[in-house]
């Protein structure tokens, strides 16, 4: 299982970007997928998820509103949109998938593959 995620880059607060997550295998479609960040001097925190077939989303409260999971089995590909962002936001952006297919997976120990990370800048 490999998981390839990309699309960072630096942007002006309240600017929007979205980054993407490319997963190589046949069984993308039974995988809950998320997406974690990581700033510096932190722990890996959640911001995303979403089921297996793409019909339910749930965030962290922190992006609720602002951030927006969705997926696309055919293309293998799970991606986040982030608008109005904050310098708050910086960080090193991981997808993961949990193979167990359950629904409201939040805690990083719950998800068995993750990419490299990809990283956002927020500028002030």
């Known amino acids: 299982v490999q998981l390839q995620a990309y699309g960072g880059g630096l942007v002006q607060a309240g600017g929007s970007l979205r980054v993407s997550c490319t997963y190589s295998?046949?069984?993308?479609?039974?995988?809950?997928m998320g997406w974690f960040r990581q700033a510096p001097g932190k722990e890996r925190e959640f911001v995303a998820g979403i089921t297996k077939a793409g019909g339910t989303a749930y965030y962290a409260d922190s992006v609720k509103g602002r951030f927006a999971i969705s997926r696309d089995n055919a293309k293998n590909t799970v991606y986040l949109r982030m608008n109005s962002l904050k310098p708050e936001d910086t960080a090193v952006y991981y997808c993961?998938?949990?193979?167990?297919?359950?629904?409201?997976?939040?805690?990083?120990?719950?998800?068995?593959?993750w990419g490299q990370g990809t990283l956002v800048t927020v500028s002030s």
């Open positions: 993961a998938a949990d193979p167990s297919g359950n629904y409201y997976v939040t805690s990083v120990e719950k998800y068995a593959y």
């Open positions: 295998g046949r069984t993308f479609s039974s995988y809950t």
